[in-house]
């Protein structure tokens, strides 16, 4: 262990150089160590400076959340005709990618799913009856690992021993190790290996399979063996899966085995392994992401769960757990997971790819699990029989039923218990929960005998997945004691008003109580507060009213009647309690300071007077929240709600409240607006009073814009608001504020603003604006169009006024500088009649050498030939940072032209170049050769003849003449 401990060290190391800014949302590194990179994992080293630039956490930004409802019906379609999940998009199906997505279909509350036909009929492909083993894909022989997943899909989903020989399968795994040593074992094997021994290891004892035991003692230390600690994490070479994959099985198997084998300081090396496994490029869609080469969301998911069951481990004071903390670091996290669902609802390997499989779909819902963001879909509901009061003298047993629904569906498969404390006596009990059909059941008297007492009960249900479980908790009481019941006379009473409750103690058998001393409250159910208190005694009689009166200035709301006993059993073992409201109309006597015409974003004070409950004529109590809310006279939605205070006077005995506050700087919908005086003692119906106060309209005057600040896009440094270069994009930002009263401004928030230049009657570099509530300013990105001239132009800014569905424009002057130049010339040497000649160039601005794209121009064509001379306009096609100019003459012809801008005839470049009619060479007519051939033969023959010929032989003479 001691050369494990040193190997630890290097992590660490790199641990303390991973402290995190909470509150910049940043982690700094300092002192950088040594880390892989992408491209190389294993060799490559990257600066301080990139490790920096690549842990730096964006602000927090908006994320969509998973489809739940697609993601269901993808993963249900995803599964084979056979019932099981091939490794990619499509395959042969595979026992590894069927545990995941069947422990996917569990998490998307798919269990019913799960008990399917196809689902058997699959295990039953998978398992070989002969030896009991399990194949890795359907046809294949049985082997080691895929007995080790095949036992773990069916422990995980508690399939019976009626449809599953788990011994067999177990007995399969002792004789195969039989003929194996421990060092033939990859960490994949040797990981599930222990996992499975661990979950089993008293059927293991028990049946003597002394194999697997002789291997349990030795796997954790052969698997630790395996910690990397250039890396931080578990890696075997001889695996082709990411050390993020083998790490998580390693973890989750000494989770099984023995939790505490892993201590505070190999966690927090491996916490740091992980982290620096997050996605540390430049592409934005990639951001959040882990992975060991390329972020992927199943090692998103693997890293996540990692992350928080580790940070459980570490010291309390370690700087992981501030990472972990951090929401800024999950909100990135979780929006590459969300961006990697697809339209179809499957889940995608990143939001830069569309492959998927079931992998990234387990990942993202486990993701999802260990950030506790599911915990919300599951919900409880919990049954007291006979009923939370239960008489000492009954004779029957106590059972509490719990009904566990997760997306609204039944969930099976949880363990729990319950933790049962007795207030009377002091005693703890714990007892397990029992599932029966569609329930969980708690039965505390199989733990516990009937004493009087108050029981506080508190119940865990959960399950387990992977090293996160999906779980839930609820508290409740029960009390053993009489059988206590009471009635009220009235549900609803004003302040001051009488009523009675009537009170019945007796035993089960029917026996009144006699002796006990009753306590009877009347409560106020928001915060607990008495209100009255009365004590009685019942006697032996079958029941007693007592009558009450409400406080003549109590609190409107919801109180409760409670009833409990105190004798020589103890106090609070028996309780019964009723809801009773408290209600009446608030009525006031003046209103000092209203007027009928407030302006938008303006001050209202005023003073309500003389506030008393109508039945009673009395003050009201000053404990209420006081708000006032201005809301439309048409629709009733409220347009602004201000804050107010209320006290009461002791001099002129009267309470009062004040309103002194500013309404919301945001254009309204109407500006008809009624005015109302909320007071709210609680949330019930009748802990919120209306009071209805005057009507009134609102008044916009004059819109202005102030302190607009212009950023080149990607800078922090503004520039000056007046001069834009042609081609920039620039960040606006700007404040939208209301003028009245001549010099009153108040800054409007929320409206709905477009900014754009006019120019030729035309809209340029339309834009529209966001609000940013943090900066209290509107932003746009103001696109610099390099068509327009260098001229002071209006940038119009034009803010829509939804209540009567105008627009109000307003103006600043901004100058659009440079001119357009042309580079990268190129044209032919030469161009011949009838054949196209082609120019191409590039522009870029004169001042700032920004390319410059989509410039509207054309060509002013000469075309002169002789003394006669032609003139045309060409058009300029952009494509690709690249325009190109295209002529054609049916002539020679000398060519001048100048390129200029089309929306102010700006030239930019003058050429000239010249069609040359192309000579044609000699050529011979096929044709005409033999013709040709047979003329020179017959030539060539009678030269011939006339100089050789022209003699006569003698001999022939001589012959001739004989």
């Known amino acids: ?9 290097v992590p660490i190391t790199f641990g303390l150089m991973l402290i995190l800014a909470a509150s910049a949302g940043v982690l700094i590194f300092n002192n950088c160590p040594i880390t892989r990179t992408r491209s190389n994992p294993s060799g490559e080293f990257i600066s301080c400076d990139e490790l920096s630039d690549a842990y730096s956490l964006k602000s927090k930004t908006e994320e969509r959340m998973l489809d739940f409802e697609k993601l269901r019906s993808f993963i249900k379609n995803f599964v084979t005709e056979y019932g099981a999940f091939p490794l ?7 026992i590894n990618a069927t545990y995941y997505g069947y422990m996917a279909l569990y998490l998307l509350g798919e269990y019913e799913f799960l008990k399917d036909d196809k689902v058997r009929r699959a295990l039953d492909y998978f398992h070989d009856e002969k030896t009991g083993g399990f194949r890795e894909s359907f046809g294949g022989e049985p082997t080691l690992q895929a007995t080790l997943w095949g036992i773990l899909i069916y422990s995980s989903l508690n399939i019976s021993s009626k449809d599953f020989n788990l011994l067999s ?44 035991e002789t291997f349990l003692r030795d796997l954790p230390q052969y698997i630790l063996d395996f910690y990397d600690e250039s890396i931080g994490l578990f890696k075997d070479s001889r695996v082709s899966l990411s050390p993020l994959v083998q790490t998580h099985l390693v973890l989750e198997a000494m989770a099984w085995y023995n939790s505490s084998t892993i201590d505070p300081q190999l966690a927090e090396s491996i916490a740091y392994g992980v982290l620096y496994c997050r996605y540390n490029l430049t592409d934005k869609k990639l951001q959040g992401g882990f992975g060991y080469k390329e972020p992927t969301v199943f090692e998103t998911g693997l890293s996540t769960d990692i992350l928080f069951y580790i940070s459980e481990k570490v010291d309390s004071n370690a700087p992981v757990r501030e990472i972990i903390k951090n929401e800024t670091f999950w909100s990135e996290v979780f929006a590459f997971i969300n961006n990697s669902q697809l339209k179809t609802g499957g889940i995608a390997r990143n939001p830069a790819s569309s492959k998927v499989d079931v992998f990234q779909i387990f990942g993202a819902l486990l993701a999802y699990l260990a950030k506790d963001r599911l915990k919300s879909y599951l919900e409880l509901s919990i049954t007291v029989k006979p009923s939370i009061q239960i008489p000492i003298d009954y004779n029957g047993s106590i059972i509490i039923e719990i009904t ?50 108050n029981y506080n009960t508190t119940i865990y249900l959960w399950k387990n997945v992977s090293l996160s479980a999906l779980s839930v908790n609820s508290s409740l009481y029960f009390r053993i004691g009489y059988n206590l019941s009471l009635s009220l006379s009235k549900t609803i009473i004003c302040p001051g008003e009488d009523f009675n409750v009537t009170v019945s103690a007796k035993f089960y058998n029917g026996t009144p109580v006699n002796g006990s001393t009753f306590i009877l409250s009347l409560l106020r159910t928001v915060d607990g507060s008495i209100y009255m208190q009365k004590f009685f005694e019942i006697n032996g009689t079958d029941k007693v009213t007592i009558s009450c009166k409400s406080p003549i200035n109590a609190s409107l709301g919801e109180y409760a009647i409670s009833v409990v006993v105190n004798d020589t059993y103890g106090f609070n073992h028996t309780f019964a309690r009723e809801v009773i409201q408290i209600d009446d109309d608030v009525i006031y006597g003046e209103i000092v300071g209203k007027t009928d015409k407030y302006y938008v974003g303006g001050r209202i004070l005023i003073e309500v007077r003389n506030l008393t409950y109508n039945s009673t004529k009395v003050p009201i109590p000053t404990d209420p929240t006081v708000s006032l809310e201005v ?12 804050n107010g205070s ?84 620039y960040d606006i930002h700007m404040q939208l504020v209301h003028i009245f009263n001549t010099s009153y401004e108040v800054l409007i928030e929320n409206a709905s603003i477009t900014a754009y230049i006019s120019y030729l009657n035309k809209s340029w570099s339309k834009s529209d604006a966001r609000y940013n509530s943090s900066l209290k300013s509107y932003q746009y990105t103001l696109y610099a169009d390099p068509n327009l001239p260098e001229l002071l132009h209006n940038l119009t800014i034009r803010v829509y006024l939804e209540f009567n569905s105008s627009y109000k424009n307003l103006t600043k002057s901004v100058y659009i500088l440079g001119r357009p130049e042309v580079i990268d010339w190129s044209m032919p040497s030469k161009t011949h009649v009838g054949e196209y000649f082609f120019a191409t160039f590039r522009l870029i601005c004169s001042e700032t050498g920004e390319i410059l794209k989509n410039v509207s121009m054309l060509a002013n064509i000469t075309l002169k030939t002789g003394s006669r001379n032609r003139t045309v306009t060409a058009p300029v096609v952009y494509t690709n940072t690249t325009y190109c100019l295209s002529l054609y003459a049916e002539f020679t012809s000398n060519v001048e032209g100048i390129i200029y ?13 010249k069609f040359f009619l192309r000579e044609k060479p000699f050529v011979v007519d096929p044709w005409m050769l033999p013709m040709v051939i047979i003329m020179v ?19 022939f003479i001589i012959e001739r003449r004989v």
């Open 901 to 913: 801008r089309s929306t102010d005839n700006l030239s930019l470049f003058n050429f000239s170049t």
């Open 646 to 729: 209320i006290f009461y006077d002791e001099n002129e005995n009267q309470t009062i409240v004040q309103i002194n506050a500013s309404l919301s700087p945001i254009i309204p919908k109407d500006l008809n607006v009624s005015l109302y005086l909320m007071l709210e003692w609680d949330k019930s119906p009748t802990g919120v009073e209306t009071v209805k106060l005057f009507n009134a309209s609102l008044i916009l005057e004059e819109l202005d814009i102030i302190n607009m600040t212009v950023l080149l896009n990607n800078s922090l440094t503004p520039i000056s608001e007046s001069k834009l270069y042609i081609g920039g994009s």
């Open 937 to 955: 033969s017959y030539v060539s023959f009678i030269t011939l003849r006339g100089k050789y010929l022209r003699r006569i032989p003698k001999r």
């Open 88 to 94: 990619g998009q499509s395959g042969d199906e595979f």
């Open 404 to 453: 566990a629904k997760y997306f609204k569906k039944y969930l099976p498969l949880l363990v729990g218990f319950a933790m049962i404390y007795n207030s009377i006596t002091k005693e703890t009990y714990n007892i397990s929960a029992k599932q029966e059909g569609t329930k969980y059941l708690i039965i505390p008297t199989q733990v516990m005998n009937y004493t009087f007492g």
């Open 169 to 212: 399968s177990l007995r399969f795994v002792n004789t195969t190790l039989s003929n194996t040593s421990i060092e033939e074992l990859d960490l994949i094997d040797a990981a599930l290996l222990l996992n499975i021994a661990s979950r089993y290891r008293e059927v293991i004892s028990n049946e003597n399979l002394t194999v697997v």
């Open 1 to 9: 262990m001691s050369a494990l401990k040193l190997r630890r060290a």
């Open 631 to 642: 809301r439309y006279r048409g629709s009733g939605m409220i347009y602004s709600k201000l």
